[in-house]
């Protein structure tokens, strides 16, 4: 059975910064692809970042660009996402997906989610 399990969220300030792990479980970490997305009270889930299987390519939306940095260790099949500069619009549920052939930002093409860890940014 297949587990994904985020930390990390929590209350901050803006223009702090946070890192979230997802840690999984139940599957060859090396065979999928690994997705961060976030949801906000009232909106539809949304692609954050994605980082590639063999050649670890890294993909963000624009609105975390050059602020959010995904990461993976092969070894502690644990995926990270980096989150600098913190905004209170970055206040969301954090998801962490997996799939071996996602369509990289499309929600319904990931397999397998976590249960989200709560990030709030104050302003």
């Known amino acids: 059975q297949v587990h994904l399990v985020e930390s990390g969220g929590g209350l901050v300030q803006a223009g702090d910064s946070l890192r979230l792990s997802c840690a999984a479980s139940g599957l060859t970490f090396t065979r999928y692809t690994m997705g961060w997305f976030r949801q906000a009270p009232g909106k539809e889930r949304e692609f954050v970042a994605a980082?590639?299987?063999?050649?670890?390519?890294?993909y963000y939306a624009d609105s975390v660009k050059g602020r959010f940095t995904i990461s993976r260790d092969n070894a502690k099949n644990t995926v990270y996402l980096q989150m600098n500069s913190l905004k209170p619009e970055d206040t969301a549920v954090y998801y962490c997906?997996?799939?071996?052939?996602?369509?990289?930002?499309?929600?319904?093409?990931?397999?397998?989610w976590g249960q989200g860890t709560q990030v709030t940014v104050s302003s």
């Open positions: 997906a997996a799939d071996m052939a996602p369509s990289l930002v499309v929600v319904r093409t990931y397999d397998y």
């Open positions: 980082i590639t299987i063999r050649t670890g390519s890294t």
